[in-house]
């Protein structure tokens, strides 16, 4: 070598770079595109600029009488929509004329009264390419005078009011306004101003004549209602417009929300194929009352129904059919959709029985569920006591036997070792007799209950509350097991301090919070006497605890007679409420309660 080399480049140096180079190119093509964009856009307002100018002008050369929209007020030759093409673009065109009552000489139902409102008119053209992805429209306007005085109209004017659910005005809110009784039909499409109001000066005269509908993208809709055989009294009827009259309509719209209705069991597990019914407030129609929003509907295979686009409202939500009751909802119904937002409703559902009470309990003020209140129906056998924000599960009847690994009939359990009856009388649990005697001692597992979820556990009850005192102390023993798992190796059987050989003696007794979020849960339940003469009796052991799909302010009572029966309501803190009630089939009652 005589010391010379030659120095290539690396690859990293060549990819750099490209790197760079591509940076550089890819920012000239994209400055170049906006520019080209830019100018394009330019030119094609220049153009709908130089269209609407040439339109307009053939505004200004016609008669005064002639100036208008075909089938509009005022009524005209102009199209209210047309399309025309210039170098190969098809472009849009909107035209509105509206009479204008100008100040200078009174306004209609002012002071002066101006007689003949319509001093002139303004008309205003607005222009879009239907396929230029343009986003606002080019508008121009003019406006045209009589050339003569005016004289005295016989006509009146509609002023249309569109506010939302505060009362503040909509802006840009579309008015379909039609009059088929006219000659010609009038036909309007107008949008609100400003002050969300549409102003129609110089209106034909026609009794319920004016047929209204208000919309806006995004929004609910409000409408006039012709009456009907099946309605034959809407609440809001054609306008009348007078002679020399102002004739004033307000229309109520807002955003619409979406509302997701979930059909779920007591212990939160998703009920498919379930159907609910669900009414508004609003109402469209009186004598026989006709609801905006009315109908029945079925949940899909996952227990959901959604719904979109819905109106704000108070909605109304029950159980449709013989084979589920609505046991509560969450929130509780009537549940209240705000404008523009998405709600979700759980109905949580109970196998159907003949005779049930839905009791919802307010504070009376604020109108809020109340938690922590102690409801209890009494009557011709039947006293039960509820708290509200507790769910339950329970079990009345053993009568069906042993054998059921899940809890699926309400009448059947796990297993007993032989010395229980379970039907005498009807479904009640008691010790075996043999001739005349009582064996001394029996137990039995129940099934598992499938709480739908991790639940935390609150109190274990069972009745009668006292047994017969020959049969001792503490004759009726319980225990309970929980798990996560459905089917786990193992169910450990535990007393109230966690340990296996401990019972719950006493009713009402707090249940260990060893088992809070667990979802599973059997128990397991001991008779026993002393004097084998006597026997202890089992009638009802239920559960409670709280979850997600436990209803606020709300408790359930079912299975019992029809019948008079006295309800007492109760909370720490507020006046307790007393009185009573004649029930026969599936009821709801709400209670309010004041602070005390």
């Known amino acids: 070598m005589n010391g010379k080399f030659i120095r290539g480049f690396a690859l990293l140096e060549v990819v750099v770079a490209t790197a760079v180079f591509l940076l550089f190119a890819l920012g000239v093509y994209g400055g170049t595109q906006l520019i080209f964009k830019i100018v394009y856009q330019s030119r094609m307002r220049i153009l709908e600029t130089s269209i609407l100018s040439e339109e307009l002008e053939v505004v200004r050369n016609l008669k005064f009488d002639e100036v208008g929209v075909v089938g509009g007020i005022p009524d005209g030759v102009l199209e209210h929509e047309k399309t025309v093409t210039r170098n190969n673009t098809i472009f849009n065109i909107t035209t509105t004329v509206r009479n204008i009552d100008d100040p200078f000489d009174g306004i209609i139902g002012g002071t002066p009264n101006d007689t003949a409102?319509?001093?002139?008119?303004?008309?205003?053209?607005?222009?879009?390419?239907?396929?230029?992805?343009?986003?606002?429209?080019?508008?121009?306007?003019?406006?045209?005078?009589?050339?003569?005085?005016?004289?005295?109209?016989?006509?009146?004017?509609?002023?249309?009011?569109?506010?939302?659910?505060?009362?503040?005005?909509?802006?840009?809110?579309?008015?379909?306004?039609?009059?088929?009784?006219?000659?010609?039909?009038?036909?309007?499409?107008?949008?609100?101003?400003?002050?969300?109001?549409?102003?129609?000066?110089?209106?034909?005269?026609?009794?319920?004549?004016?047929?209204?509908?208000?919309?806006?993208?995004?929004?609910?809709?409000?409408?006039?209602?012709?009456?009907?055989?099946?309605?034959?009294?809407?609440?809001?009827?054609?306008?009348?417009?007078?002679?020399?009259?102002?004739?004033?309509?307000?229309?109520?719209?807002?955003?619409?929300?979406?509302?997701?209705?979930k059909t779920l069991s007591p212990?939160?597990?998703?009920?498919?194929?379930?159907?609910?019914?669900?009414?508004?407030?609003?109402?469209?129609?009186?004598?026989?009352?006709?609801?905006?929003?009315?109908?029945?509907?079925?949940?899909?295979?996952?227990?959901?129904?959604?719904?979109?686009?819905?109106?704000?409202?108070?909605?109304?939500?029950?159980?449709?059919?013989?084979?589920?009751?609505?046991?509560?909802?969450?929130?509780?119904?009537?549940?209240?959709?705000?404008?523009?937002?998405?709600?979700?409703?759980?109905?949580?559902?109970?196998?159907?029985?003949?005779?049930?009470?839905?009791?919802?309990?307010?504070?009376?003020?604020?109108?809020?569920?109340?938690?922590?209140?102690?409801?209890?129906?009494?009557?011709?056998?039947?006293d039960e006591s509820l708290s509200t924000d507790l769910g339950y599960t329970r079990q009345t009847d053993w009568s069906g036997g042993g054998g059921q690994s899940d809890f699926i009939n309400e009448n059947q359990y796990f297993i007993d070792n032989g010395n229980l009856e379970t039907d005498s009388p009807d479904g009640d649990l008691k010790l075996k007799k043999v001739s005349s005697r009582y064996l001394t001692s029996g137990w039995l597992e129940s099934s598992t209950f499938d709480l739908g979820a991790g639940v935390n556990f609150r109190n274990i009850i069972w009745e009668p509350l006292a047994q017969p005192e020959d049969t001792g102390v503490n004759s009726i023993l319980f225990q309970i097991a929980t798990d996560n798992s459905p089917n786990p190796a193992s169910w450990e059987f535990i007393g109230p301090d966690g340990a296996s050989t401990t019972f719950y003696t006493t009713t009402s007794t707090l249940i260990y919070n060893g088992h809070n979020g667990r979802r599973y849960m059997r128990y397991r339940v001991y008779l026993s006497t002393e004097d084998d003469r006597y026997t202890p009796m089992l009638s009802e052991a239920a559960f409670t605890f709280t979850n997600n799909c436990t209803p606020p302010g709300q408790v359930f009572f079912y299975g019992f007679s029809s019948g008079n029966y006295n309800l007492e309501v109760s909370r720490s803190g507020y006046s307790s409420s007393s009185g009573p009630l004649d029930i026969s089939g599936n009821m709801d009652v709400v209670v309010n309660l004041s602070p005390s």
């Open 117 to 261: 409102p319509a001093d002139y008119k303004l008309a205003e053209m607005s222009i879009i390419c239907s396929n230029c992805n343009q986003q606002e429209p080019v508008i121009l306007s003019t406006l045209v005078s009589p050339k003569n005085f005016e004289g005295e109209s016989d006509n009146g004017a509609l002023f249309v009011h569109v506010f939302d659910m505060n009362g503040l005005p909509v802006v840009g809110a579309n008015i379909h306004i039609e009059n088929t009784n006219a000659e010609p039909d009038i036909i309007i499409n107008e949008v609100t101003d400003n002050d969300g109001m549409l102003r129609v000066i110089d209106t034909p005269t026609g009794t319920f004549s004016y047929n209204i509908t208000v919309s806006k993208s995004g929004y609910s809709s409000d409408y006039t209602i012709s009456p009907t055989s099946q309605n034959p009294y809407p609440t809001k009827l054609p306008s009348t417009v007078a002679s020399q009259y102002i004739t004033e309509i307000n229309f109520s719209i807002d955003h619409t929300g979406n509302m997701l209705v």
């Open 267 to 382: 212990s939160c597990s998703a009920l498919a194929s379930k159907t609910f019914s669900i009414y508004g407030n609003k109402i469209i129609g009186v004598d026989p009352t006709i609801y905006k929003f009315d109908g029945s509907h079925i949940t899909d295979g996952s227990g959901e129904k959604n719904f979109v686009n819905m109106e704000w409202d108070h909605y109304y939500l029950s159980a449709s059919g013989t084979a589920y009751d609505l046991a509560g909802s969450i929130p509780m119904s009537p549940v209240h959709l705000t404008p523009g937002l998405s709600q979700d409703v759980s109905l949580i559902l109970r196998a159907h029985t003949d005779n049930s009470l839905l009791v919802k309990v307010k504070d009376a003020g604020t109108g809020l569920p109340l938690s922590d209140v102690f409801a209890r129906l009494t009557g011709t056998g039947y």
